[in-house]
């Protein structure tokens, strides 16, 4: 049984900034990708960030530059650092991991709960 569980969500204004966090917890094996997307009211989830178990990473145009995703392999964590945050952000962030549970496995993806992330005007 592997769990994500999310932290760190919140309201704020814009032009504020939040951490998100993300720790796994259970039966983990070794980790590949772990990253972030998110849904708004309405839409369909989208792509927020990713980075590979040896550090590369990846976002979307429209976070560019004002997100950053790291990850501390030794406690299966990932955090999402989120500056300037517009408006257009406010959305629920789902955790993302792809993870084996023992050497007999394959990786499958992983999800976490959510997390709302809410930006004001």
């Known amino acids: 049984q592997v769990q994500l569980v999310e932290s760190g969500g919140g309201t704020v204004q814009a032009g504020s900034s939040l951490r998100l966090s993300c720790a796994a917890s259970?039966?983990?094996?070794?980790?590949?990708?772990m990253g972030w997307y998110r849904q708004a009211t309405g839409k369909q989830r989208e792509f927020v960030a990713a980075i590979t178990s040896g550090g590369r990473t990846n976002y979307a145009d429209s976070v560019k530059g004002r997100f950053a995703i790291s990850r501390d392999n030794a406690k299966n964590m990932v955090s999402l650092q989120m500056n300037n945050l517009k408006p257009e952000d406010t959305a629920v962030y789902y955790c993302?991991?792809?993870?084996?549970?023992?050497?007999?496995?394959?990786?499958?993806?992983?999800w976490g709960q959510g997390t709302q992330v809410t930006v004001s005007s």
């Open positions: 993302n991991a792809d993870i084996r549970s023992g050497p007999d496995y394959g990786y499958k993806d992983f």
């Open positions: 259970g039966s983990i094996f070794s980790i590949n990708a």
